[in-house]
């Protein structure tokens, strides 16, 4: 069994990231506060550099590398977030990057990815296995592979950002947070035990992917196809190694939400609160919106990952 990673990990990742990742704003909403009776705070990822939490997890890991790793430079494989976020900080520690990248990623992240430096590989996401081609790199070019999720140092990147919301709003009664592969919400569930212990802890994914909680319900890691969502951030097929047991151990439940309520969600965000916001990002929102009987009178935190959508897609989705 890999070690797993703890609180003092993120707290570590939370020093190495200081001064390159941004400190996000956390935002609230009247109008949010009185739909739900309910104080709720957004702790807003979108406006992490390259538009997503990612950044957090991958400077983090890269940050680790040795001299060797890093001349060699790394490998990693993503559908658009994490893609961006290991290619920009491979340019900030000065090393080459090799993202795998399925075809039909959006335009606009596969822009920024090779903005950023990145070399860009494309495969199948339906007939390919891009795990099997990212290992396969790594090893003809002596790469060091990042993978999205399963990766102790990426996990505890991700958590920095649960710390940060817990230490700006003190406690909170309950939190949702988006959950593809089980990075972002491992890392805030490791953040959420540490600083806010009776917090209740939702994880949430979209109807049409929904292997994590297949997996949480059943005690064991659920594979599945590629699900047709959205929410392309979350078109993940399963739980990771590392993921899985945290996610186990420490969340309350996995919820679940339909395309069209993380459009409804979109269109929140951009009318009455005036930010972008992918549609993997509105996971947690969409969530919380269901279950909001349930939530009067209490704190709730809802963590918004990522703002990175094709600005004519979003006009599509919102019209």
Do not use: W
């Not at 909403?29 to 990612?54: D, I, P, W």
């Not at 520690?93 to 039909?104: E, F, H, R, S, Y």
């Amino acid at each position: 069994m890999n070690m797993l990673p703890t609180y003092d990990d993120v707290v570590d990742a939370a020093g190495r990231i200081a001064g390159a990742a941004n400190f996000t704003p956390v935002l609230t909403s009247r109008t949010v506060n009185e739909e739900f009776g309910a104080q709720v705070y957004f702790k807003c990822e979108n406006m992490q550099r390259m538009g997503a939490f990612k950044f957090r997890g991958a400077y983090n890991a890269l940050s680790r590398f040795s001299p060797e790793q890093r001349r060699a430079g790394v490998v990693a494989f993503s559908s658009g977030n994490h893609a961006q976020a290991v290619a920009l900080s491979a340019r900030l520690l000065g090393m080459p990057a090799t993202i795998v990248m399925p075809q039909d990623a959006p335009a606009a992240k596969v822009a920024a990815t090779q903005g950023y430096g990145g070399k860009v590989i494309f495969y199948d996401r339906y007939t390919e296995d891009r795990e099997q081609i990212g290992r396969e790199l790594a090893e003809k070019h002596g790469l060091t592979l990042v993978p999205p999720y399963d990766h102790a140092d990426v996990i505890a990147g991700q958590g920095t950002a649960a710390k940060e919301l817990f230490e700006e709003t003190g406690p909170l009664d309950a939190f949702f947070v988006c959950l593809g592969g089980g990075g972002l919400l491992s890392g805030s569930a490791l953040a959420t035990r540490a600083l806010a212990p009776n917090c209740d802890l939702y994880g949430v994914e979209p109807e049409a992917g929904n292997d994590g909680q297949q997996s949480f319900r059943s005690g064991a890691i659920v594979h599945i196809d590629t699900p047709k969502t959205i929410a392309d951030g979350a078109q993940t097929q399963h739980l990771g190694k590392l993921t899985f047991p945290i996610i186990q151990r420490d969340v309350d439940d996995i919820l679940t939400v339909s395309d069209d309520e993380l459009v409804q969600c979109m269109r929140f965000f951009a009318e009455r609160m005036k930010i972008v916001v992918e549609p993997t990002g509105c996971l947690g929102f969409a969530a919380a919106r269901k279950m909001k009987e349930s939530l009067r009178g209490k704190r709730v935190g809802i963590l918004v990952s990522g703002g990175n959508i094709d600005l004519a897609r979003f006009a599509g989705l919102i019209a």
